[in-house]
């Protein structure tokens, strides 16, 4: 009786053993199914820009002594520097991309420095391209915007970004363009007032002189302009032709003052005197009082 209860006892330890085993094989087997699985994926995802995913398989039956069977083992290495299948950079593939923060201008930057800051080439190269067909980063946000610029990327580089203000007295008609609003038609305008008033803006606020330069239009721009280098307009000096140039002169006044220099001493050649003499209207006296004007 004795020996059937341990038979039976026995046999039943068997099966238990045998059912926990095929369990054993059967997960080994799933788990390198769902490995494999995930690295045929990750290695379908390689093409992604500013990724590349090595997939570096070997045996290893020699390293893994306690083990009677060899198996493969697959090692997963993710390389943040710029894609490329060139054997120099596949020899670099397992070394981190490095980033520097410096002060730049993202109009005018290098490729070669865009990557020093920490992007890609393939990113660099995009930013390149939006600029070779015209594109113009006004103000620092207009940067964020760009679709390779990662919030974290920008706020790490926003304090180092330096856009500077267009001078009204050094742009030519291609520079003002790259202001919001401004076509061909009010750049080439700009240039030729500012010749007008005698070569140079006193004051930026002369723009909304021009024809429909509404202060609408000023305020989405002031902050992106600047004068600087004036010249000091020769009112006291310069023959009355050269005056009836001036948009706050022209010929109506430009003979007055011309006649008012001859009859009246040095010590009164000033703007409110010719107000006041009837040679210039109140409007254009206050708009030229604004300008720079060389001492008599």
Not at 98 to 109: A, I, K, Q, W
Not at 118 to 128: H, L, N, P, T, V
Not at 218 to 240: A, C, F, H, N, Q
Not at 257 to 282: C, D, F, M
Request: aromatic share 10%; hydrophobic share 35%.
């Amino acid at each position: 009786m004795d020996r059937k209860k341990n038979e039976k006892g026995f046999g039943a330890a068997f099966r238990t053993g045998v059912i926990a085993i095929a369990f054993m094989a059967t997960g080994f087997q799933t788990a390198l199914f769902l490995h494999k699985a995930a690295a045929v994926k990750i290695e379908s995802m390689k093409d992604r820009p500013d990724t590349v995913y090595v997939i570096e398989t070997r045996t290893a039956g020699t390293e893994d002594t306690d083990s009677p069977a060899q198996r493969t083992v697959t090692t997963i290495r993710k390389n943040y520097s710029s894609r490329s299948s060139t054997s120099s950079n596949i020899r670099n593939a397992y070394a981190p991309r490095t980033c520097e923060s410096f002060p730049f201008n993202p109009n005018t930057v290098s490729v070669e420095d865009l990557q020093r800051l920490g992007f890609s080439e393939k990113q660099a190269m995009s930013i390149d391209n939006y600029r070779k067909k015209g594109g113009h980063f006004s103000r620092k946000e207009d940067f964020a915007k760009s679709y390779v610029v990662a919030d974290s990327v920008y706020r790490r580089l926003e304090p180092f970004i330096q856009i500077p203000k267009i001078d009204l007295n050094q742009a030519d008609s291609a520079t003002f363009e790259t202001l919001p609003g401004i076509g061909p038609f009010y750049a080439s305008k700009m240039v030729s007032y500012r010749d007008e008033l005698g070569g140079s803006y006193s004051y930026p606020e002369q723009l909304m002189d021009l024809y429909r330069f509404d202060e609408e239009k000023y305020d989405k721009l002031s902050d992106l302009i600047t004068v600087t280098g004036k010249k000091p307009y020769r009112l006291w000096s310069l023959p009355e032709d050269s005056l009836a140039m001036h948009p706050y002169i022209r010929r109506y006044a430009a003979h007055g003052i011309v006649l008012y220099r001859k009859n009246h001493p040095s010590s009164q050649w000033t703007v409110k005197g010719l107000e006041e003499a009837g040679v210039l209207r109140e409007e254009d006296a206050r708009k030229l009082e604004k300008c720079v004007i060389a001492t008599p």
